[in-house]
């Protein structure tokens, strides 16, 4: 029989060993728990961080459900461009590969935020599966916080495929963050999900022409009315915009 003392004592020691096997739990959490984050990315003002803190279970991109506009499909696109040209809809967040015969395939997109938008033609240069990420110097001063490389996977900002444009940083590229297209997002590449992006890899080839639309440019080629005190001048299916004498 026990003393009152020994009693008190095991008693004791029974609470602290129930406190120990309580704060384990509590710090380990359930096995299907996803993995304990110490050094989260913090976004700095006007700076989104990436997607790199959660990586998918499965694929996100198969099971999240875009806008009617914005999933793949077959579409009427009268364009002078030969076909398996890539046509990139900036302001309306689409991405054409074009078929020919007034025909193309359009992809929903995420472009460039406000102050990373850009026009152009330039051609890919390289295609990569899963690849690895390694955010520019650009990047990296703005987000110090970023990694310096990530390989590729399932968490990876970089998605499924990368198509690489010409000697730029931009990429064409699938995202782990589906929700974000048809929104303006990125620092200037352009990301389609992980499901689209590995449809369009398989189309195209190194060598093939990519055209960047401006913002400026919409999709009915139509031109904006001119501000006051410029005037708009057509050029060769083109527009420039220039003030207007005083």
């Not at 809809?89 to 995420?110: F, K, S």
């Not at 110097?137 to 690489?164: F, K, S, V, W």
């Not at 048809?182 to 022409?209: A, E, F, M, P, W």
Request: glycine share 10%; charged share 15%.
């Amino acid at each position: 029989m026990l003393s009152i003392g020994a009693f008190r004592l095991n008693c004791r020691h029974a609470g602290i060993f129930g406190a120990l096997v309580i704060g384990v739990a509590m710090f380990s959490g359930p096995a299907s728990a996803a993995p304990l984050q110490l050094f989260p990315f913090i976004s700095l003002p006007g700076e989104p961080a990436p997607s790199v803190q959660a990586p998918p279970s499965e694929d996100q991109s198969a099971t999240a459900e875009l806008p009617a506009r914005l999933k793949r499909q077959i579409v009427s696109y009268p364009t002078h461009e030969a076909p398996g040209t890539i046509i990139i809809d900036t302001p309306n967040t689409y991405l054409y590969y074009v078929l020919g015969n007034g025909q193309a395939i359009r992809y929903g997109i995420g472009v460039g935020r406000d102050g990373f938008t850009w026009s152009g033609t330039q051609s890919i240069t390289r295609k990569a599966e899963w690849p690895d990420w390694v955010p520019p110097p650009e990047m990296i001063h703005r987000q110090p916080y970023l990694p310096r490389q990530m390989a590729g996977g399932p968490g990876n900002p970089l998605g499924a495929r990368a198509l690489y444009l010409g000697g730029t940083i931009y990429r064409i590229h699938g995202t782990n963050a589906p929700q974000t297209i048809g929104t303006h997002v990125s620092s200037g590449c352009i990301r389609l999900t992980n499901q689209d992006v590995t449809d369009l890899y398989s189309r195209v080839s190194v060598g093939t022409k990519v055209i960047v639309l401006p913002m400026e440019r919409r999709a009915d080629n139509s031109p904006k009315p001119a501000k006051r005190g410029q005037t708009v001048v057509r050029i060769a299916s083109s527009q420039v915009r220039i003030p207007s004498p005083q």
